[in-house]
């Protein structure tokens, strides 16, 4: 059974930082994608970040170029997301997707993942 679990979400303050984590299960987390997405309040779920297998390089939204730094730990089966600086517009719930095929000019788009976790809260409020 294939299972992705997040962690690491909270309440902080503006201008702290998170270190989100997706621990994956059941399937080995290179030989595929995997990317971070997030949802806000009343809105869509939006792609954040995603990589794929062997050296192509981390691909990132527009928002999310700068401040957040996505990592695997292929030894672990574990994706990291780091944001710093958070802002209040940061505040969602993120989610981490998995899909068996390879590539990075479609990763951020939502329909293409089979596998999802339940997500993690961030609050980013003073």
């Known amino acids: 059974q294939v299972q992705l679990v997040e962690s690491g979400g909270g309440l902080v303050q503006p201008g702290g930082s998170l270190r989100l984590s997706c621990a994956v299960s059941g399937l080995f987390m290179s030989y595929g994608t995997i990317a971070w997405f997030r949802q806000a309040p009343g809105k869509e779920r939006e792609g954040v970040s995603c990589?794929?297998?062997?050296?192509?390089?981390?691909h990132y939204s527009d928002s999310a170029k700068g401040r957040f730094t996505m990592s695997r730990d292929n030894a672990k089966n574990k994706a990291h997301l780091q944001i710093n600086n958070l802002d209040p517009e940061d505040t969602a719930v993120y989610y981490c997707?998995?899909?068996?095929?390879?590539?990075?000019?479609?990763?951020?788009?939502?329909?293409?993942?089979?596998?999802w976790g339940k997500g993690t809260q961030v609050t980013v409020s003073s």
């Open positions: 990589m794929t297998s062997g050296d192509s390089p981390t």
């Open positions: 997707g998995r899909v068996s095929a390879f590539g990075t000019t479609w990763c951020l788009a939502e329909d293409v993942y089979n596998y």
